[in-house]
C-alpha cells in the first residue's frame, strides 16, 4: 500500500508539519557544490578540453573535439521530417499558442518632455545571446526547448544557443525538431555543469551568453547560482510541484492523475491535494493505489508520492486559500466550483489552473502561458518565464539648459548633504 502523508490544517502543529514537507536544501549540498565547482574552474581554465572530458566521463561519449557536439542545422531539419506526423503538428500547434500568448507580453520602448524640454524615457532591447539548457536523462522535454526559446524569440534575442545532454550519444528527435520549430540557431549535446560554465565562460566553441534558462538537474541547478553575475539566469530550479485544491466533486481518478502528472518527473517532485471532504482524500488515495501500476514511471511516482506527498484536510475553502498562499506552489490545480472566485484569494502561485478541466499538462505542453514556473516557494517573489526575461531596459536622460538649473540646484543639496562634493559641483556647473 502507498503511503501518503496525512495532514490537518487545524493540528496546532500544522506550521511545522508544513515546513518540513516543503524543505528542499539539496541544491545547497556540499559535495553537489565542490564537484560543480571544481567543473567550473576546469571548464574556465582549459575551455574545449574540460567539456570534451566530462562529456565524455558523464555522458558515456567518445568524441575528440566540441565540433563532434554541436548539432548543425541540415540534422535539425533531418528531425523534423523524421518524426511521426501527429507529432509535428502537436509541436507546431504547441509552438503557434506559446509565441500567440507570449507576443501579448511585449513591451515598447518609451519616452515624454517635460516643460522646460528635458526629455526622460525608457528604451527597451533584446539580450544579445542567450543560452538554454534542456534536461535530458530520465526524460526527454520537447516542450522545454520551446518554452524557452519561443520567447527569447519574440523578445528579439539576436543568437539562442541550446544545449542537451546526450547520454551514450542518444539524441531524441523530437527535441532537435522542437529546436528546428522554435528557431535556435546552434545547439550542442553538452549538459550538466560543465555546460553551465561553457555558457557563462565561453570557450572556443561554445560561445558566452548574456543569461542562462531553463531546469535541469542538482548539479545544474548548483552551477546556475554559481555562475550569477557572470551571466543573468532565469531562477533556480527546484523539483517540480503540484498543489491541487478539489471540493470532492471531481473523479477522484482525475485528481489522482493531476498528481502523478508531477510525480512522475523525478523522485523529488511533490503533489499535494487539499480538500475540506475526508472521504474524498480517501476515494483520491484508492485511485492512486489503482492507477500506479498503470504507469511507466511508477517506481519514480511511488517514491515521489511517499516521500514527499501530501493530503491535507482543511476546514473550508478559505482555509485551503490560506495553505495555497502559505505553500506558495509552482502550479495550483482549482477543481472546484466558481474557480474564479477563489483565484481571487491567491496571492502566491507560479500559475493557476481553474475548472475541472484544466489539468496542469495542458499548460506544460500548448495551453500558451510558460511552464518554466518558480518552485519552491519563490513565487511570492518570482514570476512565470516571458518575454521580459529576455530584455532589458536602459533609461533615457537628456536634460534641457533650463532643466539643467533647476534639478542642479536639487542635486546640489542632496549631494552636499552626502557629503558628495564633487558629485554637487558636477550639477552646480550647469546652474544658469
Given amino acids: 500500500m502507498m503511503n501518503i502523508r496525512r495532514l490537518y490544517a487545524g493540528d496546532a502543529s500544522f506550521a511545522s508539519q508544513l515546513d518540513a514537507l516543503l524543505a528542499w536544501e539539496a541544491v545547497s549540498d556540499r559535495q553537489v557544490a565542490q564537484a560543480v565547482d571544481e567543473i567550473l574552474a576546469a571548464v574556465r581554465k582549459q575551455g574545449d578540453a574540460a567539456l570534451v572530458e566530462y562529456t565524455n566521463r558523464f555522458?558515456?561519449?567518445?568524441?575528440?573535439?566540441?565540433?563532434?557536439?554541436?548539432?548543425?542545422?541540415p540534422q535539425l531539419q533531418q528531425s523534423l521530417a523524421a518524426i511521426a506526423k501527429d507529432q509535428r503538428e502537436a509541436l507546431e500547434v504547441a509552438a503557434a499558442r506559446i509565441r500567440v500568448f507570449h507576443e501579448r507580453q511585449c513591451v515598447e520602448s518609451w519616452q515624454y518632455t517635460e516643460a522646460d524640454g528635458t526629455v526622460l524615457g525608457q528604451r527597451v532591447t533584446p539580450l544579445d545571446r542567450v543560452g538554454i539548457y534542456v534536461p535530458g536523462g530520465k526524460a526527454s522535454y520537447p516542450s522545454s526547448v520551446l518554452?524557452?526559446?519561443?520567447?527569447?524569440k519574440v523578445a528579439g534575442v539576436h543568437e539562442i544557443i541550446m544545449v542537451v545532454p546526450a547520454p551514450a550519444g542518444e539524441l531524441n528527435d523530437m527535441v532537435l525538431a522542437?529546436?528546428?520549430?522554435?528557431?535556435?540557431?546552434?545547439?550542442?549535446?553538452?549538459g550538466g555543469a560543465q555546460a553551465v560554465a561553457a555558457l557563462a565562460f565561453g570557450t572556443a566553441a561554445v560561445p558566452k551568453v548574456d543569461k542562462i534558462v531553463g531546469p535541469g538537474n542538482i548539479y545544474v541547478a548548483t552551477a546556475k547560482r554559481a555562475v550569477f553575475g557572470q551571466v543573468g539566469l532565469d531562477m533556480i530550479a527546484g523539483p517540480s510541484e503540484i498543489l491541487v485544491v478539489c471540493d470532492g466533486k471531481t473523479d477522484p481518478d482525475w485528481i489522482a492523475m493531476d498528481l502523478f502528472s508531477q510525480a512522475e518527473h523525478d523522485e523529488q517532485a511533490q503533489a499535494i491535494l487539499v480538500s475540506p471532504d475526508s472521504a474524498f482524500l480517501d476515494a483520491v488515495h484508492a485511485s492512486c493505489e489503482r492507477l500506479l501500476?498503470?504507469?511507466?514511471?511508477?517506481?519514480i511516482v511511488r517514491e515521489a508520492m511517499e516521500n514527499r506527498a501530501a493530503f491535507i484536510l482543511v476546514?473550508?475553502?478559505e482555509?485551503?486559500?490560506?495553505?495555497?498562499?502559505?505553500i506558495a506552489p509552482e502550479h495550483l490545480e482549482l477543481s472546484i466550483d466558481e474557480p474564479e472566485r477563489f483565484a481571487g484569494k491567491v496571492r502566491h502561485a507560479g500559475a493557476i489552473f481553474m475548472g475541472r478541466h484544466t489539468p496542469e499538462a495542458l499548460g506544460d505542453y500548448c495551453a500558451g502561458p510558460n511552464h518554466v514556473l518558480p518552485t519552491s516557494g519563490t513565487a511570492r517573489f518570482s514570476s512565470p518565464l516571458?518575454?521580459?526575461?529576455?530584455?532589458?531596459?536602459?533609461?533615457?536622460?537628456?536634460?534641457?539648459?533650463?532643466?539643467?538649473?533647476?534639478?542642479?540646484?536639487?542635486?546640489?543639496?542632496l549631494a552636499r548633504g552626502e557629503s558628495l562634493t564633487a558629485h554637487a559641483r558636477s550639477a552646480e556647473y550647469r546652474i544658469r
Avoid: W
Avoid at 319 to 326: G, I, L, Y
Avoid at 393 to 407: D, H, K, P
Fill in 386 to 413: 516571458g518575454v521580459y526575461d529576455f530584455q532589458k531596459r536602459t533609461s533615457l536622460v537628456n536634460v534641457s539648459a533650463t532643466g539643467a538649473t533647476t534639478l542642479g540646484k536639487v542635486a546640489s543639496v
Fill in 315 to 317: 476546514d473550508d475553502l
Fill in 293 to 299: 501500476p498503470t504507469l511507466e514511471r511508477a517506481a
Fill in 147 to 152: 518554452m524557452n526559446a519561443l520567447p527569447a
Fill in 319 to 326: 482555509q485551503a486559500a490560506d495553505v495555497c498562499n502559505r
Fill in 178 to 190: 522542437a529546436a528546428a520549430i522554435a528557431g535556435v540557431d546552434r545547439v550542442f549535446t553538452i
Fill in 59 to 73: 555522458d558515456r561519449r567518445h568524441v575528440s573535439t566540441v565540433a563532434e557536439l554541436e548539432i548543425l542545422h
